[in-house]
């Protein structure tokens, strides 16, 4: 259980956690980069986490993300979409995010490459994958992922630099290990099949980030350990 409410604290031990996992599995700190999660949390904390060092943030929900962004424009963040979204939400999501993790279907990505065209942007996306099933988890299937990456990639208006996936949640991180090991595979036989360059793996939450460092994390994103229980 989190008890300490210091979120310059909190965030400085999880770069220290992040940098030690990285450091273990022979890999460089700077190859994973933290998403600070900031879902439910008010403006003034994410401002204190900004204030402590924290450079990317992760939000869930399309209508806290618009007034949270617009609070804090003055803040050179760059700002992940990591929830669930809904077709006729992506204008927004193109507005606000330089990387949206969470794109699980081919018509959402149509649509995402539609509004980054009207924009004149070049939208990046990550594809999430559902490796366990598991039919509360958003993401697309494992067994079609291959055909969902090939046609994202080929979308003119959108970047594709990997992948994410959420384990189901295990109070023994090792447990999560099998879920981002397959996401690994997955995401090199994509690049080998394809042939197309896909080197962010987003996996890694509070409960397991070190786990997920080991298995090649190049993005982690983690909000309980920062913030405490969210509420
Ligand atoms: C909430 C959330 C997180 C952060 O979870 P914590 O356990 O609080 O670190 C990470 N990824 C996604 C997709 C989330 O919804």
Partial sequence: MMKDDNIATNLAAVLDRIADAAHNAGRSPQDVELVAVTK???ETRVREAISAGATMIGENYIQESREKFDLLIDKAVSWHFIGHLQRNKAKYAVRIFDL????DSIKLARQIDAQAQ?????QSVLV??????ESTKSGVAHDTAMTLIKDVAALPHLNLEGLMT??????????ARPFFTTLRQLRDQAQSTLAIDLPHLSMGMTG?????????ATLVRVGTAI????R
């Fill in 208 to 216: 397991d980030f070190e786990v997920a460092i080991q298995e090649g």
């Fill in 128 to 133: 999430q994958v559902n490796i366990s099933g």
């Fill in 166 to 175: 959420m384990p189901p949640f295990f109070d023994a991180p090792e447990r």
């Fill in 118 to 122: 009207k924009t004149g942007k070049i």
């Fill in 40 to 42: 439910t949390q008010p």
């Fill in 227 to 230: 913030f405490g229980e969210r």
């Fill in 100 to 103: 949206i993790h969470s794109v």
